[in-house]
């Protein structure tokens, strides 16, 4: 079966990306955060190309993420994150997965399981600096480390990782981040002050990796950086983007000026041209809200979106290319042939280049090229 739309994934520049942070990380370890499928790109493809090019550590948001690799036979060291309040652990304590905690009752239920199990829990404490989402607040690091520590001592847990996470480390200057990295440097005192004292600690993303050297620490965590997308506006450090996406045209129609296209339509051509019909819609991960920004490569042109963005397609403005069914359009990629980038796609549906990467669709078929 021909696949109606594509993403290809060049392997080569995950390895890229993964080497360039690892070389930033220096004597610290690289974690290759994967999840969300990779970001869109393949956890398992992700995670093996960026383990032989450096990574040391993976990241993943959920149990159920962790578990499909651990079953793919990925024996690396691995954090996971969100687990919801009735999560028991046997599993993951069986695999061999680091828990991140930032709350008394997930520590209980961790020494439970471990009990449970015969095991020894492995955490990180998590504590918030101010982003305000996950982690203990500062009015309760002291309970956290306490009880951290009382089950240290009984042998069911062993406290591995000390972490929290950046709310803008874009800018090296702000004021904000500087108050994280020093409430981190604290809470690192409070703890071992209660007598924890974690191997590793860990704040630095993917922009604080790769600019702020007081963030990184023992272990970088690389997010969209890993996939090629640069971290910090106007910046690059030499990353290439790892995702093209791209479909076939299925049909091109001549038609006169004043002819109104997709729904509404709200959009009327305004000239003779031809239309191209392509099938990738917002269920496959375009944006609708790009609608008369957004464009695609076709033929070594760039041609615009024509009116709304459908479920499954989207008509392209190709006025007088010499375009025909068969012919592939070009959403994004790396944009050295002129294509737009995932960059270019965030800002036209102001959003971020990590919503344009996960968006796109299961239907739209993954092939990989370069290096495993």
Same mark, same amino acid.
């Given at each position: 079966?021909?696949?109606?739309?594509?993403?290809?994934?060049?392997?080569?520049?995950?390895?890229?990306?993964?080497?360039?942070?690892?070389?930033?990380?220096?004597?610290?370890?690289?974690?290759?955060?994967?999840?969300?499928?990779?970001?869109?790109?393949?956890?398992?493809?992700?995670?093996? @190309? #960026? $383990?032989?090019? /450096?990574?040391?550590?993976?990241?993943?948001?959920?149990?159920?993420? !962790?578990? =499909? *690799?651990?079953?793919?036979?990925?024996?690396?060291?691995?954090?996971?994150?969100?687990?919801?309040?009735?999560?028991?652990?046997?599993?993951?304590?069986?695999?061999?997965?680091?828990?991140?905690?930032?709350?008394?009752?997930?520590?209980?239920?961790?020494?439970?399981?471990?009990?449970?199990?015969?095991?020894?829990?492995?955490?990180?404490?998590?504590?918030?600096?101010?982003?305000?989402?996950?982690?203990?607040?500062?009015?309760?690091?002291?309970?956290?480390?306490?009880?951290?520590?009382?089950?240290?001592?009984?042998?069911?847990?062993?406290?591995?990782?000390?972490?929290?996470?950046?709310?803008?480390?874009?800018?090296?200057?702000?004021?904000?981040?500087?108050?994280?990295?020093?409430?981190?440097?604290?809470?690192?005192? @409070? #703890? $071992?002050?209660? /007598?924890?004292?974690?191997?590793?600690?860990?704040?630095?993303?993917? !922009?604080? =990796? *790769?600019?702020?050297?007081?963030?990184?620490?023992?272990?970088?965590?690389?997010?969209?950086?890993?996939?090629?997308?640069?971290?910090?506006?106007?910046?690059?450090?030499?990353?290439?983007?790892?995702?093209?996406?791209?479909?076939?045209?299925?049909?091109?129609?001549?038609?006169?000026?004043?002819?109104?296209?997709?729904?509404?339509?709200?959009?009327?051509?305004?000239?003779?041209?031809?239309?191209?019909?392509?099938?990738?819609?917002?269920?496959?991960?375009?944006?609708?809200?790009?609608?008369?920004?957004?464009?695609?490569?076709?033929?070594?042109?760039?041609?615009?979106?024509?009116?709304?963005?459908?479920?499954?397609?989207?008509?392209?403005?190709?006025?007088?290319?010499?375009?025909?069914?068969?012919?592939?359009?070009?959403?994004?990629?790396?944009?050295?042939?002129?294509?737009?980038?995932?960059?270019?796609?965030?800002?036209?549906?102001?959003?971020?280049?990590?919503?344009?990467?996960?968006?796109?669709?299961?239907?739209?078929?993954?092939?990989?090229?370069?290096?495993?």
């Amino acid at each position: 079966m021909t696949a109606m739309a594509e993403a290809v994934v060049d392997l080569d520049a995950i390895a890229h990306n993964a080497g360039v942070l690892a070389a930033t990380a220096g004597p610290a370890g690289m974690m290759a955060v994967v999840k969300a499928d990779g970001f869109g790109h393949g956890a398992a493809e992700v995670a093996r @190309t #960026a $383990l032989r090019s /450096g990574a040391t550590w993976l990241g993943v948001a959920s149990v159920a993420e !962790a578990l =499909a *690799l651990r079953a793919q036979g990925f024996t690396a060291p691995m954090l996971l994150w969100l687990y919801p309040p009735t999560e028991t652990f046997e599993d993951v304590l069986r695999a061999g997965v680091d828990v991140s905690v930032g709350g008394v009752e997930a520590l209980e239920a961790l020494a439970d399981a471990a009990d449970r199990t015969g095991t020894v829990a492995t955490v990180h404490l998590k504590i918030d600096t101010g982003m305000s989402r996950g982690g203990a607040p500062v009015e309760e690091w002291m309970q956290l480390f306490t009880w951290a520590r009382k089950f240290e001592g009984a042998g069911l847990m062993r406290v591995r990782g000390l972490w929290s996470h950046l709310a803008g480390a874009e800018n090296p200057d702000s004021a904000h981040l500087k108050a994280q990295l020093r409430d981190f440097a604290v809470g690192r005192e @409070t #703890a $071992l002050t209660a /007598g924890i004292d974690p191997p590793i600690l860990h704040l630095a993303n993917s !922009a604080a =990796a *790769l600019q702020i050297p007081e963030a990184r620490y023992d272990l970088l965590r690389a997010g969209i950086a890993l996939y090629g997308i640069e971290p910090v506006p106007g910046k690059t450090f030499g990353l290439r983007p790892a995702m093209t996406v791209r479909a076939p045209i299925l049909l091109t129609k001549r038609v006169p000026a004043g002819t109104g296209v997709s729904y509404g339509p709200d959009f009327f051509t305004d000239r003779e041209t031809t239309l191209a019909l392509v099938p990738l819609g917002f269920a496959d991960g375009v944006p609708r809200q790009a609608a008369g920004r957004a464009e695609f490569l076709v033929n070594g042109a760039r041609c615009p979106v024509a009116g709304r963005v459908s479920m499954d397609q989207v008509v392209l403005d190709v006025g007088d290319l010499p375009v025909r069914a068969g012919d592939h359009a070009v959403m994004f990629g790396p944009g050295d042939r002129g294509e737009p980038t995932a960059a270019e796609w965030a800002a036209w549906a102001g959003t971020n280049p990590n919503d344009i990467l996960t968006g796109i669709g299961a239907r739209v078929t993954r092939r990989y090229e370069g290096a495993p």
